[in-house]
């Protein structure tokens, strides 16, 4: 969706002009989230000391300099957690399917929504992904295995920018001299086994609290994820607020 709107309209304008602009878009993400905090049902002075965390927050910082996208995945995340809390069970499952289309990180929460039974939500999330994808992969020569081969762990990333667990533990295991094959084994199984066991304690409760579950996927992200950077980790903000 970032490439079909803001991409082809930032694509027109010079270089830093676009740049600027989608900061000053970013910067209205982030002060739309701070509005979305003082929406909590807490007393004043927590809301205050949670928007002074958001804004001494070093990857949002990351996250300007290098202009990525990653704030607007924040904001519909953080629209999900304030929606279930007034109830608005339309308008959570929107804001989740729109957070999907924008940046398909979130689509490992799926779960979540399996678990609560919304299949319709699921449904057009499906249907609106084939669709706004499909076009792309049908016109352009190899994208659609270029896509496929980014699941495929083409390279660990390790270094002083990449900060989830693969990283760590190629570090570490790097240290032991051990293959880089038998290295990819491990974590491909680690990936495996966590979002196994986080799969389970979704799915087979009776009930669950969506904050606590979704705080949890949010981890399991960082937790799997081969290209974990810096400034992914403004996600990690809405659920360290509610929590």
Do not use: C
């Amino acid at each position: 969706v970032y490439a079909y709107t803001f991409g082809v309209l930032l694509n027109a304008l010079p270089p830093w002009a676009s740049y600027w602009s989608w900061i000053l878009i970013v910067e209205l993400m982030f002060m739309i989230n701070i509005l979305i905090v003082f929406q909590y049902p807490i007393s004043l002075v927590r809301k205050s000391i949670i928007a002074a965390m958001w804004m001494a927050f070093s990857p949002y910082y990351i996250e300007l300099h290098i202009g990525q996208q990653s704030m607007v995945t924040v904001t519909l995340l953080h629209l999900v957690i304030l929606m279930e809390l007034k109830s608005r069970i339309g308008l959570r499952d929107t804001s989740y399917v729109l957070s999907v289309l924008w940046k398909i990180n979130t689509v490992l929460f799926v779960p979540l929504w399996v678990k609560l039974k919304r299949t319709k939500t699921i449904f057009i999330l499906v249907f609106l992904s084939i669709v706004l994808s499909a076009p792309y992969f049908l016109l352009v020569d190899g994208s659609f295995p270029e896509f496929v081969s980014y699941f495929k762990h083409k390279f660990i990333a390790v270094g002083p920018n990449s900060l989830g667990f693969w990283a760590l533990a190629a570090n570490i295991l790097q240290d032991f001299q051990l293959p880089q094959n038998v290295i990819k084994s491990f974590l491909s199984s680690w990936s495996l086994l966590i979002l196994t066991i986080t799969s389970l304690a979704t799915l087979l409760p009776r009930r669950i609290d969506f904050k606590t579950a979704l705080a949890a996927w949010i981890s399991v992200y960082f937790l799997t994820y081969q290209y974990v950077w810096e400034h992914h980790y403004v996600m990690i903000l809405p659920v360290i607020s509610i929590l």
